[in-house]
């Protein structure tokens, strides 16, 4: 009867310790998995701006350029953000309509030689007496979380406390690092591939037909 009953403390003993070890490590992956402030914030900011037009010209002055390239300047575009161009010609007549494609075409190609994907648009007719076509940048940005003092942490205290923010420097290293912060909110996606392209040459080489290597002498 006494062994029973050692038997019995003893098991009760250790299953409480497992429910309490159970607990406080739930408790540390909660922190860990739950914590707000371990994840990168995402934020979508758009710029606008207006290229106003001479007359019935339909090429960029001198003035225009000068003025899209402070406005890319202020608004720091840089790979990855998202233009769009639109113009004048939703209700417009046929000459309207041609004269705003055209200026659309012009805007869009000096910003594509600063290597910026530009998206073309439909606007209202009557937009600044039609003169004007519109430039809007997208982007989103990434707002790093707030890292622990990992030193002062470690002095006295508990690694599984709060102040641990588990995951909080691999969330701000990824922010950092990332080219397209428009990547963390949602993937792209894939490109074409290559195959087709490296299967023929692997079919040209076992074939003996693959063109050999220019060799150079060297001195």
Known sequence: MKNNTMGNWTRGSIAAAALALLAGCGGTQNLASGDPINRNQVRAVQMRHDVLFAGQRAKLDPRARADIDSFLQRSRAVYGDRVSVSASTIGAGDGAKKLAQQRRAMVARYLRRRSL????????????????????????????PQCPDWDAAMQGTALDGKQARFGCMNASSLGAMVANPADLVGGREPGAGDADYLIRGLELYRAGKAKEPKTQATN
Do not use: D, M
């Open 117 to 144: 994907q530009v998206v073309l648009h439909e606007g209202p007719a009557g937009q600044l007496g039609g003169r004007a076509v519109t430039i809007k940048l997208a982007r989103y940005v990434v707002v790093l």
